[in-house]
């Protein structure tokens, strides 16, 4: 049998009471297998960060258990959390303690003490080193959620939870970060990271578990989950005809025009634009710009707005 990192059974949790209380999660069930990164994938509000909580113990749960590498975190929940590192929200930073001090302090909550050199090595390895005495409300965005990651490795975990690590952040300092996570993994430590960001899933995650109020509706690989949904290629091309002389091309299942472009979902790209060439040389028209964009699983699943 595969080594689970994290095995949740039948848990459902709730927060608020009467009138304002929320069934946050409904019987949910999932497994995290060690050494991989693992991505709940879902909008705000669908559970994602309360079952990030209850596997962390610090969310009371209705029913159900959760296992983090094979302890009841219910019973034994001190040594489940010997083995998590977690990510905070820059939100959840101590903005008045420099990023040494915060270091020190989350550490020492684990009773784990590790030496100055230590530390600043940590630092240094996230880009941080030069801000180690800075605190962290003078730190920029990415830089809060660099020290965020350093916060979920000072105890040296097995696990390391990532809520929504590159939220707000602009798209060169999200692949940075996703470089780290990379980094972090290849080391051999299970990954859990939750996002509402369908490329940041495809990218990072071998397996993903879509979320949607409080339930897991799917869980799969990221190239399974879209091959379950029927997507396929679309080509995009530019192409001057008008509308009445776009014939049905090889391969097409379906063809639309947007302005100049044509753009068609095909069972075989390659077939399709040998046809289309044909008919643009009956025209005697030039085809340009051709783009033939592989389904992902920002177009292959319709997950409910955020």
Known sequence: MEALAIEVKGVSAHYGAGRRRVEALKDVSVEVRRGEIFGL????????????????????????????AGIDVLHNSRPAKRKLGVQLQSTALMEGL????????????Y???????????????????EQAHKRAK????????????AIALVTDPQIVLLDEPTSALDPHARRALWEMIHAIHEEGRTIIITTHNM???????SRVAIMDAGRIVACDTP???????????????????????????????QMRRAGEYLEVETVDPTATLQ???????????????????QPNLEAGLNLPEE
Do not use: W
Request: hydrophobic share 45%.
């Open 111 to 129: 009773e784990v003490y590790p030496t100055r050199a230590a530390l600043m090595a940590l630092l240094a390895r996230f880009g941080l080193a």
């Open 41 to 68: 994938l879902g909008p705000n509000g669908a559970g994602k960060t309360t079952l990030l909580s209850c596997i962390e113990g610090l969310h009371r749960l209705d029913r159900g258990s959760i296992c983090v």
């Open 199 to 205: 490329d940041e899933a495809e990218s990072l995650c």
């Open 138 to 149: 003078q730190m920029s965005g990415g830089q809060q959620q660099r020290l965020a990651l």
């Open 275 to 293: 046809s289309l060439y044909e008919l643009a040389a009956r025209h005697s028209r030039a085809v340009r710009d051709i783009v033939v964009r």
């Open 98 to 109: 420099t990023a040494l001090e915060l270091l020190k302090a989350y550490a020492a909550l």
């Open 223 to 253: 190239s399974q989950l879209i091959a379950s949904t029927g997507a396929r290629p679309v080509l995009r091309a530019a192409i001057e005809l008008p509308p009445d002389d776009v014939q049905p091309l090889a391969g097409a299942v």
